[in-house]
DNA sequence: GTCCATGCAAACTGTTTGCACGCGC
DNA sequence: GCGCGTGCAAACAGTTTGCATGGAC
């Protein structure tokens, strides 16, 4: 077990600090572009590297969670109580959250059966929300 | 409706062919480079250019799906006749495939009380598989 | 003084695009 | 000849890294 660090490595820094309030007040699901700009307002000399060296290190201390929305760059968002999932909508782009527990539970008794542990579940729905739905449906 | 192409687009040309059959012909979730490098000794002229247009193109059509399996470049696998999702093993790194027409049904439902229409569902589970779950459990 | 976090810019990876060529109809 | 697909290289977006500075203990 080597590279202990021998001083005081993991501080949760003003930057650190400014990068994890962003997300956590955030009721979105933030990319790091956007997640840059609302710093900036705050401390305008924060860098981008720094940005992304703190998403690295909250992810890693289990603070936020990186999410995959299907696009070419991440989202992030402040780790929930309540595990869920993301439903995006095709056609608004909607984002919807879906309390998803039977899900976790659906894919923990799945898995278990071929002996498989299940850590972590990543679900991304898409389709069609209720208003696009009508729209479509009228067409 | 602007744009009717006046000629014949869409053609199955011999490089979109050769895309086509390296991601049918293999098991694996092929990325992006390792497609390109089998392309390649099969016609070494071809570009990595038309490796991305080719996959467009097959994803366009249907022939092909595009996974973010929580990687930064994207996995391709040929669309298959049943439904499935993937695993990953977080100690080993293998990949193990999942029928999960459960899921589907699942989602479907769970949405549907919502007034969301499901058309596509992205699963990626991670976790251990068998064999390093022993192992840890050994330790 | 030591160690880490930071800022800056450059590097790097994965992907897309502009443009000229050329094949097939 | 015309249109589309292709090859090449350059551009691009997102992310990571090397290095010098500076603050906290």
Not at 62 to 70: F, N, P, R, T, Y
Not at 110 to 127: F, N, P, R, W, Y
């Given at each position: 077990m080597p590279d202990k660090p021998s001083s005081s490595p993991g501080q949760l820094t003003r930057q650190r600090k400014l990068v994890w309030d962003?997300?956590?007040?955030?009721?979105?699901?933030l990319d790091v572009k956007t997640i840059y700009l609302i710093a900036q307002t705050r401390n305008p000399f924060i860098s981008q590297a720094t940005v992304y060296r703190s998403l690295t290190f909250l992810k890693k201390a289990?603070?936020?969670?990186?999410?995959?929305?299907?696009e070419s760059h991440h989202h992030y968002e402040a780790v929930h109580a309540t595990p869920h999932e993301h439903f995006t909508c095709l056609k608004c782009g909607k984002l919807i959250e879906l309390e998803t527990s039977q899900f976790y539970e659906?894919?923990?008794?799945?898995?278990?059966?071929?002996?498989?542990?299940?850590?972590?579940?990543?679900?991304?729905?898409?389709?069609?929300?209720?208003?696009?739905?009508?729209?479509?449906g009228r067409k």
């Open positions: 962003i997300v956590k007040d955030s009721r979105e699901h289990g603070l936020v969670d990186e999410l995959s929305l299907g659906l894919a923990r008794r799945i898995c278990a059966e071929q002996g498989l542990k299940v850590t972590h579940m990543d679900l991304l729905l898409s389709g069609y929300c209720p208003e696009c739905t009508m729209a479509e």
